[in-house]
């Protein structure tokens, strides 16, 4: 098991991710006894991330498709430290006050009862224990281009430029959040929000970027610019909310 090996564009793309990881990282540094769990854990690439950095502690992964959790299911069959269940994410099959940190990554844009999955996460945290999300920024580039699309068009040019977020007839949201929104929900169900940390403005085209490199350079550059510009973030692909019980 480890990490997964990706190429330079998609690991700068997931930038989110790695923001989601080093929260995950530094919230459990002096807790050994951690008990952690995956909201949406597909296949387990994030449990993966922490199991591989030497985590001892007790970790579970819950997800509705029973098919991803099988394909996770052979990946840990060898960690006696790892429990998958299938579970609804609104009806967590846990007792009260048992974790010490609960994360979810690209789940809660999918999620109708956002209210009801949020104040279960609430009931199985321990006091002051930690929720983190993922989820696409409400505004980002790629999700306003794909709004314009025609959806007969929306396939081919996906397969064209790769990270063009699949349309509303591919896995489709039930709604995205800006950050200030997110955090609104978060506090009236009693969360504290510490941290909300955007990732980068997705790279386009990749054969394109590819094959020359310099435009990676430029379109670092012009991330990196989009943070003093005020509103802008909200125009890079995905956010990370940190909030605590």
């Given at each position: 098991m480890g990490p997964e090996k990706i190429s330079y564009l998609k690991r700068y793309n997931a930038k989110y991710k790695r923001i989601l990881h080093n929260f995950i990282q530094a919230d459990i540094k002096d807790k050994p006894a951690a008990v952690i769990l995956d909201v949406g854990c597909r296949a387990g690439v994030d449990l993966d991330e922490i199991y591989a950095a030497g985590f001892k502690g007790r970790l579970f992964g819950v997800d509705i498709d029973s098919g991803a959790l099988g394909l996770a299911k052979k990946k840990f069959t060898s960690a006696g430290n790892i429990c998958l269940l299938q579970a609804d994410a609104r009806y967590l099959p846990f007792q009260s006050d048992v974790f010490s940190l609960v994360y979810s990554s690209e789940v809660i844009e999918h999620i109708d009862e956002v209210d009801v999955f949020i104040q279960d996460v609430y009931r199985i945290l321990e006091k002051n224990g930690a929720f983190i999300v993922t989820t696409p920024s409400k505004y980002n580039y790629v999700s306003l281009i794909g709004k314009l699309i025609p959806r007969f068009l929306k396939r081919p040019i996906r397969k064209m430029v790769y990270y063009l977020r699949p349309g509303e007839d591919v896995n489709p949201h039930f709604k995205e959040y800006t950050h200030k929104e997110l955090k609104k929900i978060f506090e009236r169900n009693r969360f504290i929000v510490e941290q909300i940390r955007p990732g980068v403005l997705r790279?386009?085209?990749?054969?394109?970027?590819?094959?020359?490199?310099?435009?990676?350079?430029?379109?670092?550059?012009?991330?990196?610019?989009?943070?003093?510009?005020?509103?802008?973030?909200?125009?890079?692909?995905?956010?990370?909310?940190?909030?605590?019980?």
């Amino acid at each position: 098991m480890g990490p997964e090996k990706i190429s330079y564009l998609k690991r700068y793309n997931a930038k989110y991710k790695r923001i989601l990881h080093n929260f995950i990282q530094a919230d459990i540094k002096d807790k050994p006894a951690a008990v952690i769990l995956d909201v949406g854990c597909r296949a387990g690439v994030d449990l993966d991330e922490i199991y591989a950095a030497g985590f001892k502690g007790r970790l579970f992964g819950v997800d509705i498709d029973s098919g991803a959790l099988g394909l996770a299911k052979k990946k840990f069959t060898s960690a006696g430290n790892i429990c998958l269940l299938q579970a609804d994410a609104r009806y967590l099959p846990f007792q009260s006050d048992v974790f010490s940190l609960v994360y979810s990554s690209e789940v809660i844009e999918h999620i109708d009862e956002v209210d009801v999955f949020i104040q279960d996460v609430y009931r199985i945290l321990e006091k002051n224990g930690a929720f983190i999300v993922t989820t696409p920024s409400k505004y980002n580039y790629v999700s306003l281009i794909g709004k314009l699309i025609p959806r007969f068009l929306k396939r081919p040019i996906r397969k064209m430029v790769y990270y063009l977020r699949p349309g509303e007839d591919v896995n489709p949201h039930f709604k995205e959040y800006t950050h200030k929104e997110l955090k609104k929900i978060f506090e009236r169900n009693r969360f504290i929000v510490e941290q909300i940390r955007p990732g980068v403005l997705r790279v386009p085209c990749w054969p394109l970027f590819e094959k020359i490199p310099l435009l990676t350079f430029i379109w670092k550059m012009l991330d990196e610019f989009l943070n003093v510009i005020p509103g802008a973030r909200h125009l890079k692909g995905n956010f990370v909310l940190l909030a605590r019980k």
